[in-house]
Protein backbone atom coordinates (compact mmCIF):
# COMPACT_ATOMS: atom_id res chain seq x y z
CA UNK A 1 0.00 0.00 0.00
CA UNK A 2 2.71 2.25 0.75
CA UNK A 3 4.40 1.51 -2.71
CA UNK A 4 1.08 2.74 -4.08
CA UNK A 5 0.88 5.54 -2.19
CA UNK A 6 4.45 6.90 -2.71
CA UNK A 7 3.85 5.65 -7.00
CA UNK A 8 1.06 8.33 -6.63
CA UNK A 9 2.74 10.96 -5.28
CA UNK A 10 5.67 10.35 -7.54
CA UNK A 11 3.33 10.86 -10.46
CA UNK A 12 1.01 13.83 -9.05
CA UNK A 13 4.46 15.82 -8.75
CA UNK A 14 5.41 14.64 -11.97
CA UNK A 15 1.94 15.91 -13.61
CA UNK A 16 1.78 19.06 -11.77
CA UNK A 17 5.66 19.44 -13.25
CA UNK A 18 4.42 18.53 -16.79
CA UNK A 19 1.83 20.83 -16.45
CA UNK A 20 3.84 24.09 -15.28
CA UNK A 21 6.24 23.29 -18.04
CA UNK A 22 3.83 23.80 -20.36
CA UNK A 23 1.75 26.66 -19.24
CA UNK A 24 4.55 28.90 -18.07
CA UNK A 25 6.10 29.66 -21.46
CA UNK A 26 2.32 30.15 -22.61
CA UNK A 27 2.35 32.64 -20.04
CA UNK A 28 5.43 34.25 -20.84
CA UNK A 29 4.42 34.09 -24.67
CA UNK A 30 1.71 36.10 -23.98
CA UNK A 31 2.63 38.21 -21.82
CA UNK A 32 5.56 39.11 -24.75
CA UNK A 33 2.75 39.53 -27.55
CA UNK A 34 1.19 41.80 -25.27
CA UNK A 35 3.60 43.90 -24.12
CA UNK A 36 6.71 44.08 -27.07
CA UNK A 37 9.72 45.97 -27.09
CA UNK A 38 9.48 49.62 -27.31
CA UNK A 39 12.92 50.29 -28.49
CA UNK A 40 16.29 49.27 -30.16
CA UNK A 41 18.89 47.04 -29.13
CA UNK A 42 21.99 47.48 -27.98
CA UNK A 43 24.98 44.93 -28.40
CA UNK A 44 27.01 45.98 -25.48
CA UNK A 45 30.35 43.47 -24.27
CA UNK A 46 28.22 40.68 -26.23
CA UNK A 47 24.96 41.06 -24.30
CA UNK A 48 21.47 42.59 -25.85
CA UNK A 49 20.21 45.90 -23.55
CA UNK A 50 16.61 47.31 -25.04
CA UNK A 51 16.79 51.27 -24.92
CA UNK A 52 13.94 53.47 -25.61
CA UNK A 53 15.26 56.85 -26.99
CA UNK A 54 12.82 59.59 -26.71
CA UNK A 55 12.07 63.54 -26.90
CA UNK A 56 14.51 66.05 -28.57
CA UNK A 57 17.10 65.40 -31.02
CA UNK A 58 20.98 63.90 -30.33
CA UNK A 59 22.87 67.32 -29.18
CA UNK A 60 19.88 69.83 -29.03
CA UNK A 61 19.12 69.57 -25.31
CA UNK A 62 20.44 68.07 -22.30
CA UNK A 63 20.82 63.76 -22.34
CA UNK A 64 18.64 62.49 -19.64
CA UNK A 65 18.71 58.56 -18.83
CA UNK A 66 16.04 57.28 -17.00
CA UNK A 67 16.40 53.61 -14.87
CA UNK A 68 13.51 51.77 -13.39
CA UNK A 69 13.38 49.99 -10.11
CA UNK A 70 13.07 46.17 -9.11
CA UNK A 71 11.68 43.64 -11.32
CA UNK A 72 10.42 46.66 -13.16
CA UNK A 73 11.16 47.68 -17.46
CA UNK A 74 11.18 50.63 -19.50
CA UNK A 75 7.48 50.86 -19.81
CA UNK A 76 7.75 52.08 -15.76
CA UNK A 77 9.26 55.48 -16.88
CA UNK A 78 7.11 55.56 -20.09
CA UNK A 79 3.82 56.16 -18.59
CA UNK A 80 4.07 59.68 -17.00
CA UNK A 81 7.52 60.67 -16.16
CA UNK A 82 9.38 60.66 -20.03
CA UNK A 83 6.45 62.36 -21.27
CA UNK A 84 6.32 65.02 -19.17
CA UNK A 85 10.41 65.52 -20.09
CA UNK A 86 9.99 65.09 -23.90
CA UNK A 87 9.85 68.86 -24.41
CA UNK A 88 13.28 69.64 -22.78
CA UNK A 89 15.60 66.97 -22.92
CA UNK A 90 16.99 63.79 -25.39
CA UNK A 91 15.70 61.04 -23.23
CA UNK A 92 17.63 57.39 -22.97
CA UNK A 93 14.97 54.48 -21.26
CA UNK A 94 16.96 51.08 -20.05
CA UNK A 95 15.52 48.05 -19.20
CA UNK A 96 18.26 46.61 -16.68
CA UNK A 97 20.40 43.91 -16.93
CA UNK A 98 18.11 40.88 -16.61
CA UNK A 99 14.85 42.49 -17.01
CA UNK A 100 12.32 44.06 -19.43
CA UNK A 101 13.70 42.98 -22.93
CA UNK A 102 17.30 43.15 -21.69
CA UNK A 103 19.97 40.36 -21.27
CA UNK A 104 21.08 39.24 -18.06
CA UNK A 105 25.01 39.65 -17.51
CA UNK A 106 25.45 37.08 -14.58
CA UNK A 107 23.22 34.28 -13.46
CA UNK A 108 24.36 34.95 -9.92
CA UNK A 109 22.84 38.54 -9.99
CA UNK A 110 23.83 41.51 -11.88
CA UNK A 111 25.01 44.11 -9.41
CA UNK A 112 24.49 47.52 -9.33
CA UNK A 113 28.16 48.28 -10.39
CA UNK A 114 27.98 46.14 -13.53
CA UNK A 115 24.59 47.36 -14.33
CA UNK A 116 26.00 50.98 -14.18
CA UNK A 117 29.32 50.33 -16.48
CA UNK A 118 26.65 47.79 -19.09
CA UNK A 119 24.45 51.27 -18.73
CA UNK A 120 27.08 54.12 -19.30
CA UNK A 121 28.86 52.59 -22.12
CA UNK A 122 25.42 51.82 -24.11
CA UNK A 123 24.40 55.90 -23.18
CA UNK A 124 27.82 56.37 -24.44
CA UNK A 125 27.66 55.14 -27.72
CA UNK A 126 24.19 56.81 -28.18
CA UNK A 127 26.07 59.83 -27.79
CA UNK A 128 25.38 60.40 -24.11
CA UNK A 129 28.68 60.61 -22.57
CA UNK A 130 27.70 62.83 -19.34
CA UNK A 131 24.06 62.66 -18.91
CA UNK A 132 21.80 63.65 -15.94
CA UNK A 133 21.15 60.07 -14.34
CA UNK A 134 17.71 59.71 -13.01
CA UNK A 135 16.88 56.19 -11.08
CA UNK A 136 13.69 54.94 -8.46
CA UNK A 137 14.38 52.70 -5.70
CA UNK A 138 15.98 49.92 -7.03
CA UNK A 139 17.45 52.26 -10.26
CA UNK A 140 18.84 55.07 -7.50
CA UNK A 141 21.12 52.57 -6.28
CA UNK A 142 22.25 52.34 -9.96
CA UNK A 143 21.99 55.73 -10.46
CA UNK A 144 24.65 56.37 -7.75
CA UNK A 145 26.93 53.33 -8.92
CA UNK A 146 27.28 55.25 -12.35
CA UNK A 147 27.82 58.51 -10.41
CA UNK A 148 30.66 56.84 -7.86
CA UNK A 149 32.04 54.59 -10.66
CA UNK A 150 32.21 56.99 -13.54
CA UNK A 151 31.86 60.69 -12.16
CA UNK A 152 33.91 62.25 -15.55
CA UNK A 153 30.42 60.67 -17.32
CA UNK A 154 27.95 61.82 -15.17
CA UNK A 155 26.38 65.57 -15.35
CA UNK A 156 23.92 65.28 -12.35
CA UNK A 157 21.81 62.79 -10.42
CA UNK A 158 18.72 62.37 -9.74
CA UNK A 159 17.24 60.11 -7.15
CA UNK A 160 13.43 59.05 -6.82
CA UNK A 161 12.70 56.95 -3.40
CA UNK A 162 15.94 55.51 -4.66
CA UNK A 163 18.10 53.43 -2.36
CA UNK A 164 21.25 54.71 -1.21
CA UNK A 165 22.52 53.22 2.11
CA UNK A 166 22.22 50.25 3.94
CA UNK A 167 19.55 49.00 6.33
CA UNK A 168 18.76 46.26 9.12
CA UNK A 169 15.91 44.56 7.85
CA UNK A 170 16.25 40.85 6.80
CA UNK A 171 15.65 39.96 3.33
CA UNK A 172 12.18 39.14 2.81
CA UNK A 173 11.39 35.68 2.24
CA UNK A 174 10.18 35.63 -0.73
CA UNK A 175 13.46 36.93 -2.24
CA UNK A 176 14.71 34.28 0.40
CA UNK A 177 12.89 31.42 -1.70
CA UNK A 178 13.03 32.85 -5.43
CA UNK A 179 17.23 33.83 -5.09
CA UNK A 180 18.06 30.00 -3.65
CA UNK A 181 18.73 27.40 -6.06
CA UNK A 182 15.51 24.88 -4.99
CA UNK A 183 13.40 28.53 -5.20
CA UNK A 184 14.57 29.19 -9.03
CA UNK A 185 14.16 26.36 -10.08
CA UNK A 186 11.29 25.28 -8.39
CA UNK A 187 8.85 28.30 -6.92
CA UNK A 188 9.74 30.27 -9.97
CA UNK A 189 8.13 28.22 -12.62
CA UNK A 190 5.03 27.53 -10.54
CA UNK A 191 4.52 31.54 -10.14
CA UNK A 192 5.21 32.20 -13.36
CA UNK A 193 2.29 29.63 -14.39
CA UNK A 194 -0.26 30.00 -12.00
CA UNK A 195 -0.34 33.19 -9.93
CA UNK A 196 -3.21 35.03 -11.34
CA UNK A 197 -3.27 38.12 -12.84
CA UNK A 198 -5.61 39.76 -10.33
CA UNK A 199 -3.23 39.13 -7.11
CA UNK A 200 -0.22 40.86 -9.14
CA UNK A 201 -2.53 43.93 -9.75
CA UNK A 202 -3.63 43.83 -6.16
CA UNK A 203 -0.08 43.99 -5.07
CA UNK A 204 0.73 47.29 -7.28
CA UNK A 205 -1.73 48.93 -4.69
CA UNK A 206 1.05 48.14 -1.42
CA UNK A 207 3.60 49.35 -4.02
CA UNK A 208 1.87 52.94 -4.53
CA UNK A 209 0.15 53.71 -0.96
CA UNK A 210 -1.29 55.63 0.61
CA UNK A 211 -1.87 56.84 -3.12
CA UNK A 212 -3.91 54.83 -5.56
CA UNK A 213 -2.60 53.37 -8.43
CA UNK A 214 -3.05 55.52 -11.82
CA UNK A 215 -5.53 54.61 -14.11
CA UNK A 216 -4.21 52.38 -17.26
CA UNK A 217 -0.77 52.38 -15.50
CA UNK A 218 -1.04 48.40 -14.65
CA UNK A 219 -2.03 48.00 -18.71
CA UNK A 220 0.78 50.01 -19.87
CA UNK A 221 3.04 48.30 -17.42
CA UNK A 222 2.53 45.29 -18.34
CA UNK A 223 2.38 42.88 -14.92
CA UNK A 224 2.89 39.93 -16.35
CA UNK A 225 6.01 40.62 -17.87
CA UNK A 226 7.55 40.50 -14.64
CA UNK A 227 6.29 37.58 -13.93
CA UNK A 228 8.40 35.58 -16.41
CA UNK A 229 11.01 32.95 -15.03
CA UNK A 230 13.78 35.30 -16.21
CA UNK A 231 12.51 38.05 -14.53
CA UNK A 232 11.33 36.94 -11.24
CA UNK A 233 15.10 34.99 -11.26
CA UNK A 234 17.14 38.17 -12.24
CA UNK A 235 15.17 40.28 -9.62
CA UNK A 236 15.70 37.95 -7.00
CA UNK A 237 19.19 37.41 -7.19
CA UNK A 238 19.76 41.28 -7.73
CA UNK A 239 18.08 41.90 -4.67
CA UNK A 240 19.52 39.61 -2.30
CA UNK A 241 23.08 41.01 -3.29
CA UNK A 242 22.21 44.63 -3.06
CA UNK A 243 22.66 45.69 0.64
CA UNK A 244 26.08 43.70 0.12
CA UNK A 245 26.56 46.41 -3.00
CA UNK A 246 25.54 49.09 -1.30
CA UNK A 247 27.57 49.03 2.09
CA UNK A 248 30.09 48.89 -0.53
CA UNK A 249 29.06 51.58 -2.52
CA UNK A 250 27.65 54.11 0.04
CA UNK A 251 31.49 55.10 1.54
CA UNK A 252 32.21 56.68 -1.22
CA UNK A 253 29.12 59.26 -1.38
CA UNK A 254 31.15 62.46 0.48
CA UNK A 255 33.45 62.36 -2.74
CA UNK A 256 30.93 62.93 -5.08
CA UNK A 257 30.79 66.58 -7.03
CA UNK A 258 28.03 66.38 -9.34
CA UNK A 259 24.88 68.07 -8.32
CA UNK A 260 22.55 65.35 -6.49
CA UNK A 261 18.80 66.03 -6.56
CA UNK A 262 16.86 64.03 -4.50
CA UNK A 263 12.57 63.17 -3.93
CA UNK A 264 10.90 60.60 -1.64
CA UNK A 265 8.02 60.87 -0.28
CA UNK A 266 7.68 60.96 3.80
CA UNK A 267 5.30 57.85 3.58
CA UNK A 268 7.08 55.67 1.51
CA UNK A 269 7.33 52.27 3.16
CA UNK A 270 9.05 50.24 0.99
CA UNK A 271 12.69 52.56 0.77
CA UNK A 272 12.35 54.72 3.89
CA UNK A 273 13.40 58.60 3.59
CA UNK A 274 15.20 58.36 7.07
CA UNK A 275 16.98 55.28 6.12
CA UNK A 276 18.33 56.06 2.59
CA UNK A 277 17.63 59.99 1.52
CA UNK A 278 18.58 61.53 4.92
CA UNK A 279 21.17 60.06 5.14
CA UNK A 280 22.38 60.66 1.66
CA UNK A 281 22.21 64.36 1.73
CA UNK A 282 24.03 63.78 5.09
CA UNK A 283 26.83 62.34 3.51
CA UNK A 284 26.65 64.48 0.00
CA UNK A 285 27.86 68.16 0.03
CA UNK A 286 25.91 68.13 -3.02
CA UNK A 287 22.55 66.38 -2.43
CA UNK A 288 19.41 68.17 -1.86
CA UNK A 289 16.53 66.74 -0.60
CA UNK A 290 12.85 67.42 -1.95
CA UNK A 291 10.94 65.64 0.58
CA UNK A 292 7.12 65.08 -0.30
CA UNK A 293 4.65 65.11 2.26
CA UNK A 294 2.16 61.68 2.87
CA UNK A 295 3.54 60.52 -0.68
CA UNK A 296 4.34 56.94 -0.77
CA UNK A 297 7.25 55.26 -3.37
CA UNK A 298 5.82 55.84 -6.75
CA UNK A 299 6.38 59.83 -6.75
CA UNK A 300 7.37 59.64 -10.59
CA UNK A 301 3.65 58.79 -11.33
CA UNK A 302 1.72 60.06 -8.36
CA UNK A 303 3.36 63.34 -8.23
CA UNK A 304 5.07 63.40 -11.95
CA UNK A 305 6.10 67.62 -11.98
CA UNK A 306 7.47 67.17 -8.49
CA UNK A 307 9.93 64.23 -9.79
CA UNK A 308 10.18 66.81 -13.41
CA UNK A 309 10.76 70.25 -11.05
CA UNK A 310 14.13 67.96 -9.76
CA UNK A 311 15.27 67.42 -12.95
CA UNK A 312 15.27 70.44 -13.59
CA UNK A 313 17.08 71.76 -11.17
CA UNK A 314 19.62 69.38 -11.62
CA UNK A 315 19.76 70.41 -15.03
CA UNK A 316 20.53 74.03 -13.93
CA UNK A 317 22.90 73.19 -11.12
CA UNK A 318 24.69 71.52 -14.00
CA UNK A 319 24.70 74.44 -16.43
CA UNK A 320 22.75 72.25 -18.62
CA UNK A 321 20.06 74.82 -18.77
Same mark, same amino acid.
Given at each position: ??? *? ?61 ? *? ?48 ? @? *? ?13 ? $? ?22 ? $? ?48 ? %? ?25 ? @? ?35 ? %?? *? ?48
Amino acid at each position: MSA *ILALAVTLGFAGVAGFTALRAPLREAESIANHPPQGQFLNVDGHQIHVVERGQPQGSAPDLVL *IHGSNGSIRDMTFRLSPALEEAYRILIFDRPGLGYSDAISADGTSIQTQA @A *ILQKASARLGAQRPI $VLGQSYGGAVALAWATEFPQHTAA $VVSVSGVSHPWDAELPTFYKLTSSRFGSAVIVPLLTAFVPKSYVRDSLKD %VFAPQAVPDGFADHFGLAMSLRRSSLR @ANAKQRANLLTEVEAMAPKYPDLSMPIEVVHGTADTT %VG *ISIHAERLVADSRTARLTPLPDVGHMPHQTHTQEVVAAVHRAATRANLR
